[in-house]
């Protein structure tokens, strides 16, 4: 594969410009935009006890596999609550690919729960609870899937469903742009390249990625499909742990979104 350097001058850039300078916000304050896309699988939410498949480094990031059973993938743009042995609370994680008989995970080991997931074992078992949320609508005419960092973690999947699209990814540096290799036909671009400045007018961007990527994509883009990203304790609305104010009403991206149209 190209390296991610010499592919950086072709491709879009990383991260937002500087002329936007996202807010500072507390969680509860984040505004983001109040259309959902109403994308849910059809499929019943399951919670069941899975045995892992394979756990293997991807760069800067972790592919985490696990046995299907009869959890549904359901729509890419959703997610799964996973929960690692001896550990508290569950974490919210997008599905990254959906190969025969397993559910792949893309996560960052950067707390202590995504820790254990990331230091699970072959045959060690978890508990799987998922499909949840709302996905992206892939009936588009003109897709272009943009992600910036472990917000790739759901553009694999929207890639195998939607057929061949073009692509852009934006990391902070060579070691986790090595996580393109899940999408090979993917343009790379490493900081301090953004992501943005080569977005044309007319695609229908889906996107994922950290949150002032998102704000600039929005202006850029407004039919965009946005994945927003927030802590979530539950998954199906309960705790009001991702809460966030939309048009001065809290709501909760679990049930919501993730997925949200930018106008």
């Not at 001896?86 to 893309?106: D, K, Q």
């Not at 709501?251 to 106008?263: D, F, M, Q, T």
Request: proline share 11%; glycine share 10%; net charge positive.
């Amino acid at each position: 594969m190209p390296s991610a350097r010499r592919r950086c001058r072709d491709a879009f850039p990383a991260s937002p410009p500087s002329r936007v300078r996202p807010r500072r916000c507390t969680r509860s304050r984040t505004r983001v935009p109040s259309r959902r896309c109403p994308c849910r699988s059809g499929s019943m939410s399951r919670r069941e006890l899975r045995s892992v498949a394979g756990v293997e480094p991807v760069g800067a990031y972790t592919l985490l596999r696990v046995e299907r059973g009869g959890l549904d993938p359901g729509v890419p743009g959703q997610f799964f609550m996973l929960e690692a042995p001896g550990r508290l609370l569950p974490r919210a994680l997008s599905l990254c690919l959906a190969p025969r008989g397993e559910l792949a995970f893309l996560l960052e080991a950067v707390g202590p729960g995504t820790e254990a997931l990331c230091a699970l074992e072959p045959g060690e078992r978890i508990h799987v609870f998922g499909p949840l949320g709302n996905g992206f609508r892939l009936d588009v005419e003109r897709p272009l899937l943009v992600g910036g960092g472990i917000g790739m973690a759901p553009l694999p999947f929207v890639a195998e469903r939607i057929g061949r699209a073009p692509a852009v990814l934006g990391f902070r540096s060579e070691r986790h742009a090595e996580a393109a290799v899940l999408m090979p036909d993917a343009q790379v671009v490493v900081e301090p390249t953004l992501v943005t400045e080569l977005i044309e007018p007319g695609y229908d961007v889906l996107a994922c990625g950290p949150e002032p990527m998102l704000r600039a994509v929005a202006e850029i883009a407004p039919r965009a499909q946005l994945a927003w990203e927030a802590p979530m304790a539950c998954g199906y609305g309960a705790c009001y742990g991702c809460a966030v104010e939309i048009d001065g009403e809290l709501k909760r991206l679990c049930v919501e979104g993730p997925v949200l149209e930018a106008a």
